[in-house]
């Protein structure tokens, strides 16, 4: 199964600020994909990100507030774009499936606070 | 998205058996259904996936009701390692194969 590197691990910014995390995999993917894990809740998908194409968001996730790039089929970043304190969470990417519904792989994910 | 529904936690003592239900009464007939689980600080790690048939792997079993309304992840000999919250989802063929959790089953084993 694939491996991915996600970073940075964890961080601590500024409200009204930009933090990007990166997702390196190290196998070429087709889709990958973007979650948020906000403080003892479950993982809520923000967007999948097809390479040569703008991301889709799921519900609730905008573009402006969460920008994505996809430039090849081994890397990806979530930008989440000024911040506020609602927005620490655990950010994770993920890969996998496949017309055959294989299993997914999960970064180790960026935990994100703002203060 | 078709939903599932488990218990909110199960509690096991060590190296004892673990059942862990899920429902997915309306499952399509292209719906897989995929588990993972989620140490404390990790991301989601896989564990199993099946469609019709009962699956084994090293880490656990999957067994698929006949009419595919509920499965069972099976861990064998619950360990403290085991430890998770354990997600049972299902996941489209006919999608962009996005996952989407559920609230998922907390685990305790007790030694």
């Known amino acids: 199964s694939a491996v991915i590197s996600q970073k940075p691990s964890r961080d601590i910014c500024q409200r009204g600020t930009s933090l990007t995390i990166q997702c390196q995999v190290d196998?070429?993917?087709?889709?990958m994909f973007w979650y948020r894990q906000q403080p003892g809740q479950s993982l809520t998908l923000i967007a999948t990100?097809?390479?040569?194409?703008?991301?889709?968001?799921e519900s609730g996730f905008v573009i402006d507030k969460f920008p994505i790039s996809r430039p090849n089929l081994t890397f990806s970043t979530l930008t989440v774009s000024n911040m506020s304190p609602e927005d620490s969470s655990i950010y994770l990417c993920?890969?996998?499936?496949?017309?055959?519904?294989?299993?997914?792989?999960f970064g180790s994910g960026t935990r994100l606070t703002v203060v | 998205d078709a939903k599932t529904t488990q218990p909110n936690s199960m509690e096991s003592n060590e190296e004892e058996p673990v059942h862990l239900p899920c429902n997915h009464s309306?499952?399509?007939?292209?719906?897989?259904i995929h588990w993972y689980r989620q140490l404390p600080s990790q991301g989601p790690e896989y564990v199993i996936h099946?469609?019709?048939s009962n699956v084994n792997n090293r880490m656990a079993s999957l067994a698929i009701a006949e009419d595919r309304k509920s499965s069972t992840l099976i861990l064998h000999r619950a360990t403290l390692r085991d430890a998770a919250v354990y997600y049972c989802?299902?996941?489209?063929?006919?999608?962009?194969?996005?996952?989407?959790f559920g609230a998922g089953t907390q685990v305790v084993v007790t030694p």
């Open positions: 989802i299902l996941r489209d063929s006919d999608s962009w194969g996005k996952l989407q």
């Open positions: 990100a097809n390479q040569g194409s703008e991301a889709t968001y």
């Open positions: 099946g469609l019709t």
């Open positions: 309306t499952i399509s007939g292209t719906d897989y």
């Open positions: 993920s890969v996998g499936g496949g017309v055959t519904g294989d299993g997914y792989t």
């Open positions: 196998s070429q993917v087709t889709m």
